[in-house]
């Protein structure tokens, strides 16, 4: 999976100086701090010069923003770069005009299945066989609703899963096909992947529920941090086994998990592999409400239909406040994941533990 190439090239680079000349609307000055930052650092690393006098505001004031960014890398700086640039320049197109929700064209498999219906669109994972694991093909069919939903009438977007699971989490027979660059072309590919695929959750507009229908594995469990709401039958449990995995956090739990459940108890998770119960993950604040299995569907689905008439604009602009300001953070967050994440998949533990998987030796 993914690669140095997380790593962008200088072209990139450059492009992306280029590319902020074009953009068609100014971006604000605190964007503008940002860019300058990050400009500074992928050019020539951790700040160097010294603080301009209180005074001197504009030059402190850039000064600050550069500081901040500490020992970041000039690669991590100059990918953090080209993905700011790359949000401006996609969000200063105008939207194209969409298809109604109901006529959106289906993606191109069964495997997943989008739906709107009162105000709700619902992205629901259809493997039950394999236990709503995720296949690439997947997860590009999930970006690709989570775009759509973005821009169609609905008011509230719910992923959940077909079946006993909501999901498993990464199909593990993902790492089976290694394309001909080798194991270091697969975590290339892996982590652009897992990149673009986070980045749809930390910038989808609107609110987002989980409806966690049945046990959640992996990359399922992580992202529910940058979900709105989630609610889950008793049923549900919550693991993380990365360690088992020879892998490292993702989907930017290493921030959100500290920040919702305290840094012990995400270490129990993130580290050690805990698997918790709904009600264990309720407690903890991962989870917004637990329901009986027997009445889950009824009760939760009745609910939100109710949130659906409330005001569209309203809710939609809520959600921003309340997510907007770490919007950056959860971005440079989830390149830094992925870059190590890149890594892990090329170390003997991770491969290891797959190779077990797929020998049938392991189940977690
Ligand atoms: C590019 C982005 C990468 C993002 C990084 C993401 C990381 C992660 O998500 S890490 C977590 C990965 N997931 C796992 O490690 C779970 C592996 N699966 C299991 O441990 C078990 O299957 C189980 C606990 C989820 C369910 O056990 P059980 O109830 O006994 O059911 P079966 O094992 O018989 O499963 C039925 C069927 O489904 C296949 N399957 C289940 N999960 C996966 C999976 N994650 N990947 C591939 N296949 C999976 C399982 O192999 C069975 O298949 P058949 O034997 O062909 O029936």
């Not at 860019?35 to 160097?48: I, R």
């Not at 005074?55 to 020992?71: C, H, M, P, Q, R």
């Not at 394309?179 to 749809?200: H, K, Y």
Request: hydrophobic residues 35%.
């Amino acid at each position: 999976m993914g690669g140095p190439a997380m790593r962008t090239s200088q072209k990139d680079f450059n492009n992306a100086v280029n590319q902020v000349k074009l953009l068609k609307e100014d971006p604000g000055n605190e964007v503008k701090l940002k860019l300058y930052a990050l400009y500074k650092q992928a050019t020539e690393g951790p700040c160097n010069v010294p603080k301009p006098g209180v005074l001197d505001f504009i030059n402190k004031t850039k000064w600050d923003a550069w500081n901040a960014l500490g020992s970041l890398s000039k690669e991590a700086a100059r990918q953090n770069y080209v993905d700011l640039v790359s949000r401006l320049s996609a969000s200063s197109e105008s939207p194209s005009p969409e298809a109604p929700a109901a006529d959106r064209k289906q993606p191109e498999s069964d495997t997943l299945v989008v739906t709107s219906e009162d105000g709700i669109t619902t992205i629901r994972l259809n493997r039950p066989t394999k236990k709503n694991a995720l296949t690439n093909q997947m997860y590009h069919d999930i970006m690709a609703a989570l775009q759509a939903a973005s821009k169609d009438e609905s008011v509230i977007t719910v992923l959940t899963g077909s079946g006993d699971y909501y999901c498993s989490g990464n199909d593990l027979t993902n790492f089976a096909s290694v394309p001909p660059g080798g194991l270091e072309e697969m975590a290339r590919r892996g982590a652009v992947l897992l990149r673009d695929f986070v980045n749809c959750f930390i910038d989808f507009p609107k609110p987002l529920v989980a409806v966690v229908n049945g046990p959640a594995v992996g990359i399922s469990v992580t992202v529910l941090g940058l979900f709105d709401v989630v609610y889950a039958t008793d049923r549900a449990t919550f693991h993380t086994p990365f360690s088992h995995l020879g892998q490292s956090p993702e989907g930017c739990s290493s921030y959100t998990f500290p920040k919702i459940m305290g840094s012990s108890k995400a270490a129990e998770m993130l580290i050690f592999g805990k698997k918790l119960t709904a009600q264990e993950a309720c407690a903890q604040g991962l989870v917004t409400e637990v329901f009986p299995d027997g009445t889950f569907q009824k009760e939760v689905w009745a609910r939100l239909k109710a949130y659906s008439k409330l005001p569209p604009n309203t809710m939609r602009i809520s959600k921003q406040i309340i997510r907007n300001r770490e919007r950056e953070t959860l971005h440079t967050v989830n390149a830094e994941e992925c870059r190590v994440l890149r890594e892990r998949w090329q170390s003997d533990e991770c491969m290891n533990a797959i190779a077990s998987f797929l020998s049938r030796k392991a189940k977690l």
